[in-house]
């Protein structure tokens, strides 16, 4: 994975939209601060996070991430969890798998010849490493 020049993390990205305060912004960026690692391959300036919930503390809230990466798909995850502590992990976890399932898509398949020139082999030669 490679790292930009001025990598994007949770605290630079994130804003707060409905249902959550300013003062509530600073606390979720604590429970997010594991995407760091993930989002450190993009730049800070084309990469952006929105959370917002409805219905906040009431039955049936739903939380909300989304994800807006330069060049890419935008990303949106949601949790219907009745804690907004447990929704907000929800959230943030798919994110991180999302992420990483587009980055799978989009590498290249560096091992592909390798792979195939041991399958080429005759039964009795030995592959060279």
Known sequence: MSVAADPATVDQCLRA???FSQGDREWIAE?????DARLAAFPAETTELEVSVKD???RGQKVTLEC?????EKI???SSEEDLH???HDVRDDLRRRLNDQK?????????????????LP?????QV
């Open 68 to 72: 807006w990466i330069a060049g890419r």
């Open 86 to 88: 447990a929704a907000l």
């Open 31 to 35: 429970q997010f601060v594991t995407l």
């Open 104 to 120: 799978t898509k989009q590498e290249p398949r560096h091992n592909r010849h390798l792979r195939a020139g041991l399958t080429d």
């Open 56 to 58: 906040r503390e009431a």
């Open 123 to 127: 039964q009795d030669a030995e592959p």
């Open 17 to 19: 939209g409905a249902g």
């Open 76 to 78: 949106v995850t949601t």
